[in-house]
């Protein structure tokens, strides 16, 4: 028995002596590892300006590059598009009324596309936070509504065209927050 403690203390000992010589960045899978030093190393850009943000770095981040990240969420790729949408709903506070309006169509696109997504990363923010982005949607819903064309039963539609398979529930939660973002007035 104390043969086998000695081993693997030595065994132990020689695993952290072998990282011990690593930057931290670059212990990691070879295959996110190599896609994760090429984006920090890089000059600043969304997919490094994310991953900051995701790793509670934000003042490193400019609040143009947070507008970028706004603009990225309507990506093919489903993992950056979840990543893109967590890093700006972090740091969503910081946007002044001006980069809000900015932001709003990208946000109002990934709603619509993305409504299940949607609802499961804003029932896991804070009131605050979740707050802002409805004010957001709610400002492109008015926009949308402005010439008469657009109804809200075409943007409710328009949304379930992208909810393949969901849930009585998750379609009423789309009817509810539609018509709570047309419903409220942002002073």
Request: some cysteine; overall charge negative; aromatic content about 10%.
């Amino acid at each position: 028995m104390k043969t086998l403690k000695l081993i693997l203390c030595f065994s132990l000992a020689i695993v952290f002596s072998a990282c011990e010589d690593k930057p931290l960045e670059t212990i990691y899978s070879d295959i996110d590892g190599q896609e994760y030093y090429k984006d920090m190393s890089s000059e600043m850009n969304v997919r490094k300006a994310t991953r900051l943000i995701l790793e509670n770095k934000q003042e490193q981040v400019p609040n143009d590059i947070i507008l970028s990240i706004a603009d990225s969420l309507i990506t093919d790729n489903k993992k950056w598009k979840i990543m893109y949408f967590d890093a700006f709903s972090q740091v969503i506070y910081r946007l002044n009324d001006r980069e809000r309006a900015i932001v709003s169509p990208a946000l109002f696109a990934f709603f619509i596309r993305n409504p299940i997504e949607y609802k499961s990363k804003i029932d896991q923010l804070s009131h605050n936070k979740s707050d802002i982005l409805l004010e957001i949607i709610s400002n492109q819903v008015s926009e949308s509504l402005v010439d008469d064309q657009i109804t809200i039963n075409s943007i409710i539609n328009l949304t379930f065209s992208y909810c393949k398979d969901c849930t009585q529930q998750e379609l009423d939660f789309i009817v509810s927050y539609v018509q709570l973002a047309e419903k409220l007035i942002v002073e």
